[in-house]
Every structure is written in structure tokens, then in C-alpha cells.
């Protein structure tokens, strides 16, 4: 067995993962209600027949078959999974971390966001937006610019009494082949994971945030046909429309994602955080402008909690 640490979860997995933080197996039993179980074994025999394409989001279990993996969720400590004939194993991976991960946080109460995730100034910003916005890039150049790494694709949010918190998740960040090569990357040095997208899994382990931070600002990217940035900090129920419309399982979810138990958790985030939306003109390259948002409006307000705070 393999033993990994994520989402403030200890991971027992009889399937390696190189891009997960190792622990020893004394320190994954110290907690026993915090340890998951990954593990290859039959299906339950009331769903096996189905095809793939097929999914099921529930309280207790949840069901995911696909071309590479047919896997069930169960009780929020346990993912049972078989691999299909001719799979790739590295998209096995991928399905358990993504959807896997997220159907058995969601069955812990704990929500995830598809996003990246960075750390300045002690405090966490999540960066959302449809694929092809900018969000790799963005968290690129922030990154090179002093941010700490916690999380890239998928975040989860626990609570520290009513404080909402990232913990950090594993020390890679995706990229594309362009974005890789255009931050001075040799592909040859990296993990290469997706053959459709043509992505490659880059070290973040020197950036790397190790401890849950605060969670301050949630920043939603798109992509729009005028020609200036437009910028707008939302107040009230837009804030959770924002959260709702971006959890990671939202298109699995469909109109079950405003249910009342992930209602009730994104309006406990919404109260405690702050929600940007940024605009940018299509086919402009405008990331040291979106920097600048960030500098002035974003970071700018967590300088002054803090300094009310003193």
C-alpha cells in the first residue's frame, strides 16, 4: 500500500501516485475518521452492468463509468475502482483524484472548486474560469511574482470554526505545452499526463504552500468580445451564485448543486470571503494588467484587514 496526505485527508492506496505528498502508514492511522481508502476490487453487482458514460452523485454513493475506470464511492472513506481494458493509467489517476476525490468530499461535506490555488500575504486566493481564460497563465505569472503554491485544477474548502480554509494539495501545477515552453520549461524535465490536451504535470515543490491557509478572495476569469479588462467585486447573492456555479462536480451535479446541504456550505463561504470577476478582451494578452487588479484591489485588501487587525 501507498500512503498520501491531501485535503487534510490521509489516502491509503493500493496504486501509486508520484504527484501526491507521501506519509508513513503509522502517520496515516493516527486519525482513523480521517483515513480513505483507494483500492482495486468488483464493483458492487447492482450497478456493474452499466454503461460507460454513466454517473451517480449520492449521499452515501456515488458512481463514476468512463472508458478508462468504472469506480464507486462509498461513505466517505472508501473508493472502490476497476480499470477498463486498454486504459490509460495515468487518466485512471486522474478520474480517482478529480471526480473520485470530489464525490467522497462531497459526502463528507466538504465542497471543491475548480480552480487553482495561491497563497500571499498568509491568506489563500482561488482563481476559477472556463478552460482557454487564461487561469494557468494568470497563476503563472503570480506565481513568479512572489505567491505561494497551494493547489492547481482542484481545490478543496474545509472550516475552522466559521473561518473557511485551503488546505494545500499536491506540489504540481498543469500546463499545456505552449504555457510550459512560454515560462521557460523543458517538457523533457516533465511529467507528461494527458495525450487529448497535451498537458504536463510541472513541480511546484519549491512554491509550495505545506499547511491550510485562510481562505480570502475567490477570483472568476472570462473571456468576453470587447476590447477594455473589466473588473467588478460582487456583493451579496452574487457571491453565491459565483461558488455555486464553479464546484468542481457542477456539471455532474447539474441543478442538484443547489441543494440545500451545498447551498448552506456556500453561503457559509460567501459571509466569511470576498468574490472578483475579471474580464478580458479575447485575443489580447493582458496578464500584467490582471496582475495589477490583483496588486490594487485583490492583495490591496488583505494589507488592510491586516493592518485593522493590529
Do not use: W
Not at 473520485?100 to 486566493?125: D, P, V, W
Not at 497551494?150 to 472550516?159: H, K, M, N, S
Not at 463561504?269 to 468574490?275: D, G, L, T, W
Amino acid at each position: 500500500m501507498y500512503y498520501y496526505c491531501l485535503y487534510g485527508l490521509s489516502i491509503a492506496s493500493d496504486l501509486a501516485f508520484s504527484q501526491l505528498t507521501s506519509i508513513s502508514e503509522d502517520e496515516a492511522n493516527q486519525q482513523p475518521d480521517q483515513l480513505i481508502h483507494v483500492c482495486k476490487s468488483p464493483i458492487s453487482t447492482d450497478i456493474s452492468h452499466t454503461k460507460s458514460g454513466y454517473f451517480y452523485i449520492g449521499e452515501k454513493r456515488s458512481y463514476l463509468h468512463n472508458d478508462h475506470i468504472f469506480m464507486e464511492i462509498c461513505n466517505g472513506t472508501t473508493i472502490h475502482y476497476e480499470t477498463e481494458p486498454n486504459c490509460n493509467l495515468e487518466y485512471v489517476r486522474s478520474f480517482l483524484l478529480g471526480y473520485g476525490m470530489s464525490m467522497l468530499c462531497l459526502q463528507r461535506n466538504i465542497l471543491t472548486f475548480h480552480c487553482s490555488a495561491i497563497e500571499k500575504g498568509g491568506y489563500a486566493y482561488l482563481i476559477s474560469g472556463e478552460s482557454g481564460c487564461g487561469k494557468s497563465t494568470l497563476t503563472g505569472k503570480l506565481l513568479q511574482q512572489g505567491c505561494g503554491f497551494l493547489a492547481d485544477d482542484i481545490a478543496a474548502v474545509l472550516f475552522e470554526g466559521e473561518q473557511p480554509i485551503i488546505p494545500p494539495t499536491f506540489p504540481y501545477q498543469k500546463l499545456c505545452r505552449d504555457a510550459a515552453l512560454s515560462q521557460g520549461y523543458d517538457p523533457k524535465d516533465l511529467i507528461y499526463i494527458d495525450e487529448e490536451k497535451d498537458k504536463f504535470l510541472v513541480p511546484m515543490h519549491e512554491l509550495a504552500i505545506s499547511h491550510p491557509i485562510p481562505f480570502h478572495s475567490f477570483v472568476y476569469l472570462f473571456v468576453h468580445n470587447g476590447k477594455e479588462l473589466i473588473y467588478e467585486k460582487l456583493e451579496g447573492m452574487d457571491k453565491f451564485i459565483q461558488l455555486i456555479e464553479n464546484q468542481f462536480l457542477r456539471h455532474l451535479l447539474g441543478e442538484r448543486k443547489f441543494a440545500p446541504s451545498i447551498g448552506q456550505c456556500c453561503l457559509n463561504i460567501a459571509k466569511e470571503i470576498e468574490v472578483h470577476v475579471i474580464g478580458r478582451p479575447r485575443n489580447s494578452y493582458v496578464v500584467d494588467e490582471i496582475c495589477h487588479i490583483f496588486d490594487s484591489q485583490i492583495f490591496h485588501d488583505t494589507r488592510v484587514k491586516r493592518t485593522e487587525l493590529t
